[in-house]
């Protein structure tokens, strides 16, 4: 099977790159799974920290972070779609994958015309997802399981329903008119239309600029045209906003995922973006984004937000999506040496490198750990906007080893970690087939070159029975994937090999060695462009740990001399390998890895 997939929309999205480029690209298959033994009980290898280490910085330092996508994780009440009460079931699955916090996607009242990215209300939950007392019962029953909830905040933009919005594009006079960018046309075309005041375009598709007939002027969107953007440069917008953040800390949620962080912020003067040639999957010139994207006055709001949520106890977090071009950029909204803004970044330079190339994963791993000032990075390698891990980096012959490859480069870094829901399990994206199939508008005006998010937002895989556990509904929201006979939860906890029982064993020795925990990520083998081998140096007397993972198809012969990154030990251990040739090696001289083998040893 040969399937077409997008690349990461959003991983474009960069001040150099393309804005809104949709390339489609061919790549192997899904693969089968093969779960080849036979089922057997797990003899729970995975058991929650006891407790120590404890006192080595804030939680989210170490955190598994694990985002839910509510419409598809699970359904309580057999509608079809995911709810806050199915979240709630299914918490004691997340205690038993050792997960510190979730991050809701959006669960506020929303038309959802962008599936909760255009909201409506920023105090109250959608009746889809439940109520507010819903929301309360979720957090207290994850704090007793030491889980923390992050909502999700979309500050750059509101739903075109949401009342502020109403009442701004009611009159040019309306008190509320400029908390949105209204402006003039440039006149009218030749077709007789009002032509938009420049020439900038939605990351989803055609002009940035919606025109307003009843007052005669033209608001700026940088997504969807039902996601108008506020006016930041309004101080009663950040007023309202930092209110509804104050709202939900009051609620007890341990901090936000700042969505579309950095184009918050446009060009006063509306300059033209420079073309860069070509035209995108949606038909528009490649622009560069230079004038709608990371501009630098957004940092001023970001430190003011900071300062809000540090007033709160319990270290409450700022995470961001924040596709940024290089190291350089990304150590901007940590605040660089002043550790001012927010404390979690998104790093998109490792996890969506989309080819699996270990000189540049070695690159990016270290610019992470060298030259962000000391402040904590963030890797992740999957999201609700992007082609499944799976499927960008599988070859569709060796998908197996190349997933708990990439898992081993998430859980083994000194980076907080945050995962996808079904990531864990190895889930697939499953792109529509068909153009009336596809729910994500930008499947439907992109079809058939850009198919939409859908395939990545498939329901959770739980078991092998209807629905795959996620519901009682005839049917669901988007389909469940086909292969969740084979690929669900519970198939996986009875089998020693899968990728669950890999995650379970990554985590838990991340949660409990302090040399994973903190010690510093040292690259070794610098020269070797076929396998990326790094030390994690020993702290507190423990051992120095090495992880060497093949990124290629060949079997790889290495030496390796961790010397350099101060480690003169010879006894060597190994802690976990995929490779059953390795299982026992006790060397690190010709250390022979199977195609896209991982190693984990410790050095004594
Ligand atoms: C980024 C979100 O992750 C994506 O799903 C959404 O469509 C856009 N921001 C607009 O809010």
């Known amino acids: 099977m040969t399937q077409r997939h997008r690349t990461a929309i959003f991983a474009n999205w960069t001040p150099l790159a393309v804005l809104g480029i949709l390339i489609s690209f061919s790549l192997g298959s899904a693969g089968s799974h093969a779960w080849a033994q036979a089922p057997q009980t797990v003899t729970a290898t995975t058991q ?290 002043k550790h001012n803004e927010l404390q979690l970044p998104m790093d998109m330079q490792v996890g969506f490198t989309n080819k699996l190339d270990a000189s540049l994963f070695r690159k990016r791993i270290n610019d992470a750990e060298t030259q962000i000032n000391g402040n904590q990075p963030l890797f992740v390698f999957d999201n609700h906007d992007n082609v499944r891990s799976w499927n960008r980096y599988g070859d569709g012959v060796h998908d197996q080893a190349i997933a708990r490859l990439i898992a081993t480069t998430l859980l083994t870094s000194r980076a907080t970690a945050l995962m996808y829901y079904g990531e864990e399990l190895g889930m697939v994206t499953t792109t529509p087939t068909r153009k009336e199939d596809v729910k994500d508008p930008i499947g439907i005006t992109g079809w058939p070159k850009e198919k939409g998010r859908d395939g990545e937002r498939t329901p959770m895989q739980w078991d092998d029975s209807k629905n795959a556990g996620f519901s009682d509904a005839a049917t669901t929201w988007l389909p469940v994937a086909p292969d969740y006979r084979t690929v669900n939860v519970k198939t996986e906890e009875s089998e020693p090999s899968s990728l669950l029982h890999w995650h379970e064993q990554l985590i838990t020795m991340r949660r409990n060695d302090p040399t994973l925990r903190d010690g510093k990520q040292v690259m070794i083998d610098e020269s070797n462009p076929s396998v990326l081998s790094y030390v994690r140096e020993g702290v507190e007397g423990h051992p120095a740990i090495i992880v060497a993972l093949n990124f290629t198809a060949k079997p790889q012969t290495i030496s390796l001399d961790p010397s350099a990154a101060g480690v003169h030990g010879k006894a060597v251990t190994t802690l976990l390998t995929d490779a059953p040739s390795l299982k026992r090696n006790g060397s690190l001289q010709n250390i022979t890895l199977p195609p896209y083998a991982s190693w984990i040893g410790s050095v004594k």
Not at 154 to 173: G, P
Not at 265 to 270: A, K, M, S, T
Not at 293 to 310: A, G, Q, S, T
């Open 48 to 337: 929650r920290s006891s407790g120590a280490h404890q006192n080595d910085g804030p939680w989210w330092k170490h955190a598994l972070i694990y985002e839910i996508y509510p419409r598809s994780f699970q359904d309580s009440n057999g509608d079809g779609i995911g709810d806050l009460n199915g979240i709630t079931q299914r918490l004691d699955y997340l205690h038993s994958l050792d997960v510190d916090a979730v991050w809701l996607s959006p669960i506020y009242p929303s038309p959802q015309v962008d599936f909760g990215y255009d909201i409506s209300d920023y105090e109250n939950i959608d009746p889809q997802y439940g109520t507010l007392a819903d929301f309360d019962k979720l957090v207290a029953e994850a704090k007793k399981r030491n889980i923390r909830i992050i909502m999700d905040m979309v500050m750059n933009h509101t739903s075109d329903q949401h009342k502020w919005f109403l009442e701004s594009k009611s009159s040019r006079n309306n008190p509320k008119r400029d908390w949105y960018v209204w402006r003039d046309g440039k006149g009218v075309g030749p077709d007789g239309k009002p032509l938009p005041p420049n020439n900038w375009v939605s990351l989803f598709g055609g002009s940035a600029w919606e025109y307003d007939p009843t007052t005669k002027q033209f608001y700026y969107h940088e997504f969807y045209k039902q996601q108008p953007d506020l006016n930041w440069r309004n101080p009663e917008v950040e007023k309202a906003m930092f209110d509804s953040v104050r709202f939900w800390l009051d609620r007890g949620v341990a901090g936000f995922r700042l969505d579309a962080i950095p184009t918050l912020f446009e060009d006063p003067q509306l300059r033209d973006e420079p073309a860069t040639g070509g035209t995108n999957a949606q038909g528009d010139p490649n622009l560069s984004d230079i004038y709608t994207n990371n501009l630098p006055e957004v940092h001023d709001v970001m430190r003011r937000l900071r300062e809000l949520v540090d007033k709160y106890p319990g270290n409450r977090v700022l995470i961001g999506e924040t596709y940024l071009p290089n190291v350089q950029e990304l150590d901007k909204w940590y605040g660089g040496a």
